[in-house]
Every structure is written in C-alpha cells, then in structure tokens.
C-alpha cells in the first residue's frame, strides 16, 4: 500500500490555465505538507495542514490554494498558472508538528510544467 | 531561522570508495536531523534519522552521527555501488507547525563502476 499518494504524476498546462494536484495518505497522521522543488533540486517548504488548521508560507503567491476536504487528504490548487510555477510539487505527511513527530513520509511528486 | 548546508556535487566516486557527505546545521532548540534519499525520477525516501545528541542514525550501510558540538550530521558510508548514485538531502525539523522540515540544497552522488 502507497503509504502518501500523489496525482497525476506529470502535468503539462499552458500558461493562464487553473489546475489542481491531489494528495492523500494512509498513515493516520495529522499534519500534511505541500513542497516544492525547483530545476536545482532545492526543497521549500509551501504550506503545513495540522488538524484542519492551516499554516500559510507567507512567500507562496496567493495563486497558490490548499484544500483539505478531512484529516487524509490535501489537495493543491493553483490558478492562472504561470511559468516560474514549473517545478516538482511534493506532497508528505507527518505524525504531528512536535519535535519528536516531524519524520515527514513523501509522495513521488507531480511534475508541473507550464508552457 | 533554521538553515541546512551541505556539500553540492556532483561528487562522483568509484565502485566500492568510500562516502562522506557533509553536512551542518543552525537551528534553535534541539531538532531532529535526517537524510533523505531522491532517486532517478523518484520521491523522497528517509535513509536515517537521529532525534538526540549523539544519537547514530544507520540503515542499509549508511551512517550519520549526531554531532550537537559541531552542530554537524555528516552522512558516510564504508563502501558505495553503483545503485547509490541519487540526490541526498540533509534535513532538521524543530517541531514548528509551519516549518516542517528545513532542507540542504541536495547532494548529487554519481558512483561509476
């Protein structure tokens, strides 16, 4: 069993265009996160979801919406896609936000690209 | 804030050298320290973790020690192949709700046989 799942997969989309990228884990775990990784491979750290509270990273452009439907799912929401937006956009999970509790569990990514 | 820096490759070895990939942190409080693994086209995999000072984290011939005084986590290994070529990440969490983990840049190991 896929323990943090993402879809699709790939995503090729043109510039202007709104999409979204779903996400859902089996682990019982309270806190989601949406990452993203640029063509250097640099990770960052978009938004965390805790119990239906959501943290927002004050540097993700407000395009950029997450949606959590219950405790097992964080979708990602983007509109009027840009070019810069081309990156891996990752998907984890952890136990909580304690310190002991962040081992974060990853999905195999959605690979963005705007054309 | 918190920041992770290790050493950009690529870092290209041979068949059965060995592995050391560095790696030091800055962190407030006492975080937990961990390697990821990224291979060719794949997601993010733990290798091996440590939560406390001088605590070894260890797994399929891997180590890193948890090093408070150096503020270091340096990943090494006695003896690569050549399936352990991928990107490897140094990573801390600290437990604030909206940090999650706080990456490196990545490690880019190639190893030829």
Known sequence: DTAVSQTPKYLVTQMGNDKSIKCEQNLGHDTMYWYKQDSKKFLKIMFSYNNKELIINETVPNRFSPKSPDKAHLNLHI????????????CASSAGTGRMNTEAFFGQGTRLTVV | GNSVTQMEGPVTLSE?????????YTATGYPSLFWYVQYPGEGLQLLLKATKADDKGSNKGFEATYRKETTS????????QVSDSAVYFCALGSGGGADGLT????THLIIQP
Request: a negative charge; hydrophobic letters at 40%; glycine letters at 12%.
């Open chain 1, 79 to 90: 509109n009027s896609l840009e070019l810069g937006d081309s990156a891996v956009y990752f």
């Open chain 2, 16 to 24: 059965e050298a060995f592995l050391t990939i560095n790696c030091t």
């Open chain 2, 73 to 80: 986590f340096h990943l090494e290994k006695g003896s690569v």
């Open chain 2, 103 to 106: 990456f490196g840049k990545g």
